[in-house]
């Protein structure tokens, strides 16, 4: 059974920068796709960026563009989310999974809270 730890979240002003992990645990894991979603209170969960586990090909969703950098380290089983500039709209519980995702690797998530 595979387990996905999210982890780096806290509260930060805006402009600032924050490095979300995602260490993942259990069985062999080797997914196509990992990915980064969030969900901001009141709204449905999103994705936010995708990595390719092998070959490192990466998506971001448009708000976060130019902002985020998925990144995989497969000898450790973890995937990075490195947010800089972020702004108040960023504020959600961030989650890892593969990606489609699947029901049964959802995480806790870590909390990110942007301050104006």
């Known amino acids: 059974q595979v387990q996905l730890v999210e982890s780096g979240g806290r509260l930060v002003q805006a402009g600032g920068s924050l490095r979300l992990s995602c260490a993942a645990s259990g069985r062999t894991f080797s997914p196509l796709f990992m990915g980064w979603f969030r969900q901001a209170p009141g709204k449905e969960r999103e994705f936010v960026a995708a990595?390719?586990?092998?070959?490192?090909?990466?998506s971001y969703a448009d708000s976060v563009k130019g902002r985020f950098t998925i990144s995989r380290d497969n000898a450790n089983n973890t995937v990075y989310l490195q947010m800089n500039n972020l702004k108040p709209e960023d504020t959600a519980v961030y989650y890892c999974?593969?990606?489609?995702?699947?029901?049964?690797?959802w995480g806790q998530g870590t909390q990110v809270t942007v301050s104006s």
């Open positions: 999974n593969t990606r489609p995702p699947r029901n049964a690797y």
């Open positions: 990595i390719t586990w092998r070959g490192g090909i990466t």
